[in-house]
């Protein structure tokens, strides 16, 4: 069983920055595609980001292309998500997610074995 913890959300004014940050316990990230989801009040959870770890091989959805950037620490075991140029419309829930044995990254939510708390991002404008 994996266990992911999300941090790094918070209240920020448009066209400023966060990072979010998710770490794995008690296993490693080897082998897992770790992705970034969102969730908005009265909306459906939709993709944000995902990274193979393994090969560093990367997917966004196009909202958040040039302004998300997902990366990963191996070292400290974490996935990060840092986000610019943040927009009232990325207010929402933010949950990490690791897909176990995959070496692409993972756009599609079912695929995901495993799931964070999530964390509050709210971008006032």
């Known amino acids: 069983q994996v266990q992911l913890v999300e941090s790094g959300g918070g209240l920020v004014q448009a066209g400023g920055s966060l990072r979010l940050s998710c770490a794995a316990s008690?296993?490693?990230?080897?082998?897992?595609?770790v992705g970034w989801f969102r969730q908005a009040p009265g909306q459906e959870r939709e993709f944000v980001a995902s990274?193979?770890?393994?090969?560093?091989?990367?997917a966004y959805v196009n909202s958040v292309k040039d302004r998300f950037t997902i990366s990963r620490d191996n070292a400290k075991n974490t996935i990060y998500l840092q986000m610019n140029s943040l927009k009232p419309e990325d207010t929402a829930v933010y949950y990490c997610?690791?897909?176990?044995?995959?070496?692409?990254?993972?756009?599609?939510?079912?695929?995901?074995?495993?799931w964070g708390q999530g964390t509050q991002v709210t971008v006032s404008s």
């Open positions: 997610a690791a897909d176990k044995d995959s070496t692409s990254p993972t756009m599609l939510k079912f695929r995901y074995d495993y």
């Open positions: 008690p296993r490693t990230f080897s082998n897992y595609a």
């Open positions: 990274i193979a770890w393994s090969t560093g091989d990367t």
